[in-house]
């Protein structure tokens, strides 16, 4: 079960955030490639799920997210992820819930790739408020492969590792005030995948 709070920003406040004093500990930076399925009909859009594979390094991933709950920015959903071959979707082997493996592989043959995310993660664990949290800023861009439809990606991931769910909010807001000024973190309910696919909606 992933619980995360993310967090719009605007470039202005970037360079406001980043000189933070939670911040300043060392980072780790890693750039994502990131394509998303779907069937032609979007059988997993219309069940608000999500298909993704990602090249992080030098490691393929294959994630599946469910449809989860997400209000002022706070979600929760169910989340598969594992090391895979390009191309593969071995959903029979990540997904523990049989049911849903089932239709997934059933799905696999029809998937196609619509849209994709390329950014860049800074990503930092903190302790706070009696809880572990990774802070993950993402900066780059979606776009539809083979087309010229894109739009930039800024914003930020809180993600509760450990403790209480209040810390999330509790962090946010600490975040939000640094010694250059305020910054202007706006809870969002729109994820990547959510924003890709009105991206490629675009060419119909």
């Known amino acids: 079960m992933e619980t995360e709070l993310k967090l719009s920003l605007s470039a202005p406040d970037l360079s406001r955030l980043l000189a933070h004093p939670l911040l300043a500990q060392g980072c780790s930076t890693q750039r994502l490639l990131n394509t998303y399925f779907d069937t032609p009909e979007l059988a997993l859009q219309q069940r608000r799920m999500a298909v993704r594979e990602r090249l992080a390094g030098d490691q393929w991933l294959l994630t599946v997210k469910t449809a989860g709950q997400s209000q002022n920015g706070l979600s929760r959903r169910q989340e598969w992820e594992a090391p895979t071959t390009p191309g593969a979707l071995q959903f029979d082997t990540l997904v523990d819930d049989a049911a849903l493996a089932t239709e997934l592989m059933a799905m696999r043959p029809r998937l196609k790739a619509l849209f994709c995310t390329d950014f860049e993660r800074q990503r930092w664990v903190l302790s706070h408020a009696d809880a572990q949290i990774e802070v993950a800023l993402d900066q780059g861009r979606i776009h539809v492969p083979g087309t010229d439809l894109n739009e930039p990606l800024l914003e930020l991931e809180l993600e509760l590792l450990s403790g209480p769910e209040s810390a999330l909010m509790a962090l946010a807001n600490v975040l939000r005030q640094t010694p250059q000024g305020p910054v202007k973190l ?12 009105a991206l490629w909606r675009r060419l119909g």
């Open 186 to 197: 706006m809870p969002s309910d729109a994820s990547k995948a959510q924003r890709g696919m």
